[in-house]
């Protein structure tokens, strides 16, 4: 099944298609067991096709990008792991508007935006991953979150088809969005607001030393684990007062840095990742009776493993 899957994919776009490749390669955890199938579109319509392709033929279709928020399983991924880290990275911007494909780097997107001198997503410098996973989890930082300034937002369907949403037709909260499961995020627009460059630089320059004070940037990681339970409680202040910064399984650490960041000291595998993950959620819901709700997205795990 899946070696005529792969023919098919491989017959009928110009992606990229390889067997068992290591989700390691793919992460910025550097973790994770094989894809059954992994590919590399080259184009939108590769990644189209693909998709089809993959939903055709009854197989589990998974969309990553730059892997930076992601923790996936030793096992690895069953059916097809499709990024569009190489199909999706045009960025077109015309006055305020910004039209970005959900390949793209948010970084990139932001640095470019800068030089037409156009506030409004410099907050979020520093976050790492595509547009994409930044739209999926709402992503903020220092104040400024993605959804603030987008306007709309082009997904793929369920049933392959291309739909235009407006940003009224999404709900956007802390960390979270309402796009459906089987969506595919293709590009978005944004309108941002010509200023001044100094007033730009300030929030950047806050955001970047902020972000470069106060987390492990230097060591594999996939930024915050855990969702923040409140406004009044961090996770990062919780897992340090449980005592756990430094805490090890393995090559993985809750790091001494900023306690809500684990990182791979080298050769780390999942289940490490894992087994601090539930120690820090344990020995917050003992100290504070507090549940921490995962950031990180698990991929390729038993579901049970987590309710543990
Ligand atoms: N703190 C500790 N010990 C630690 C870490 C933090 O006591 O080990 C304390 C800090 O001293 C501070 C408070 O906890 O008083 C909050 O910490 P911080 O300012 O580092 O912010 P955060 O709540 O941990 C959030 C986002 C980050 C974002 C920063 C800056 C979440 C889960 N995290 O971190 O986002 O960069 O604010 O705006 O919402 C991400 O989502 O991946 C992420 C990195």
Known sequence: MIDSLKEKIIE???????????????????????AELFVLPSSKQDLIDTVRI?????QPVTIIGSGSNLLISDNGIKGVVISIK??????????????????????????ESMKHNLKGLENLIGVPGTLGGALIMNAGAW???????????????????????????????????SFAKESILLAATFK??????????????????????TQPLNYRSAGSVFKNPSSKHSAGMLIDQAGLKGFSVGDAEISNKHANFFVNNGSAKADDMLALIK????????KFNIDLELEVKLLGFDVKEMSE
């Open 279 to 286: 120690k820090a959620k344990n020995a917050v819901k003992e």
């Open 143 to 177: 104040g400024g979150e993605i959804s603030e300034n987008l306007e709309t937002v082009e997904i793929l369907n369920e049933k392959n088809k291309i739909r235009l949403l407006s940003k009224k037709d999404i709900d956007f909260s802390y960390r979270s969005s």
């Open 192 to 213: 941002l607001k010509k200023s001044p460059k100094e007033s730009i630089h300030e929030n950047f320059d806050v955001a970047r030393a902020g972000r470069k004070n």
């Open 86 to 111: 190489h199909c999706l990275k045009e960025i077109r911007i015309d006055e305020e508007k910004v039209y970005v494909e959900c390949g793209v780097i948010l970084s990139k997107m932001i640095r």
């Open 12 to 34: 009928q776009t110009n992606a990229t298609v390889l067997a068992n490749e290591s989700m390691s390669n793919h992460t910025t955890y550097g973790i994770g067991g094989p």
């Open 54 to 58: 993959g939903r055709d033929y009854k």
